[in-house]
T-cell receptor, first 113, second 114 residues
Framework: TQLLEQSPQFLSIQEGENLTVYCNSSSVFSSLQWYRQEPGEGPVLLVTVVTGGEVKKLKRLTFQFGDARKDSSLHITAAQPGDTGLYLCAAAKSGGSNYKLTFGKGTLLTVNP | GAGVSQSPRYKVAKRGQDVALRCDPISGHVSLFWYQQALGQGPEFLTYFQNEAQLDKSGLPSDRFFAERPEGSVSTLKIQRTQQEDSAVYLC????????????FGQGTRLTVV
């Protein structure tokens, strides 16, 4: 059962455009992570957010954790073809199973040159 | 090697065959996870080891699935009497600490049951 809803599921844009993808849940999480996965590879961690309202920047990527720690967004500025991939959010629930990451279905991003 | 290594990368099995998938985690990593990723989906949790102890196997879909990590390093995921619905990418991840530290994933094993 996927507890994290990601939207949109697919996104195809032109190089240079900006985009935002979302990760939403009805559950509260102790932390939330964003991964990027390329074809034939495992997911690679981009960022971990822990504090409600937290904003982190990684070059052209901006990550935000919701105040209530239930949702997050990833904004990419001036997208490049190298940004193409599957973006996954993953979260650990508060409480006893906080070692276990639950993943969303992902947003498949294609950036066309 | 420096990363998580999984073998084989690809496996084709006839329905009913048993398969064994191997994961070599990063040396010294305490935590090890197995995930199943179906086409177009995010990874789904299968099982978790802390050293050699299997602390959570709640995600294993049936009793045909079995995982072990006898010496607290290499892990094997075994699937008995494979079915077509077992076709997926099986990902292994390891983490140095017990929680709230980065998990490193292997490239996965793509299993196709025909």
């Amino acid at each position: 059962t996927q507890l994290l809803e990601q939207s949109p599921q697919f996104l195809s844009i032109q190089e240079g455009e900006n985009l935002t993808v979302y990760c939403n849940s009805s559950s509260v999480f102790s932390s939330l992570q964003w991964y990027r996965q390329e074809p034939g590879e495992g997911p690679v961690l981009l960022v971990t957010v822990v504090t409600g309202g937290e904003v982190k920047k990684l070059k052209r990527l901006t990550f935000q954790f919701g105040d209530a720690r239930k949702d997050s967004s990833l904004h990419i500025t001036a997208a490049q073809p190298g940004d193409t991939g599957l973006y996954l959010c993953a979260a650990a629930k508060s409480g006893g199973s906080n070692y276990k990451l639950t993943f969303g279905k992902g947003t498949l991003l294609t950036v066309n040159p | 090697g420096a990363g998580v290594s999984q073998s084989p990368r690809y496996k084709v099995a006839k329905r009913g065959q048993d398969v064994a998938l191997r994961c070599d985690p990063i040396s010294g990593h305490v935590s090890l996870f197995w995930y199943q990723q179906a086409l177009g989906q995010g990874p789904e949790f299968l099982t978790y080891f802390q050293n050699e102890a299997q602390l959570d196997k709640s995600g294993l879909p049936s009793d045909r699935f079995f995982a072990e990590r006898p010496e607290g390093s290499v892990s094997t995921l075994k699937i008995q009497r494979t079915q077509q619905e077992d076709s997926a990418v099986y990902l292994c991840a390891s983490r140095g600490g017990l929680m709230n530290t980065e998990a490193f994933f292997g490239q996965g094993t793509r299993l196709t049951v025909v």
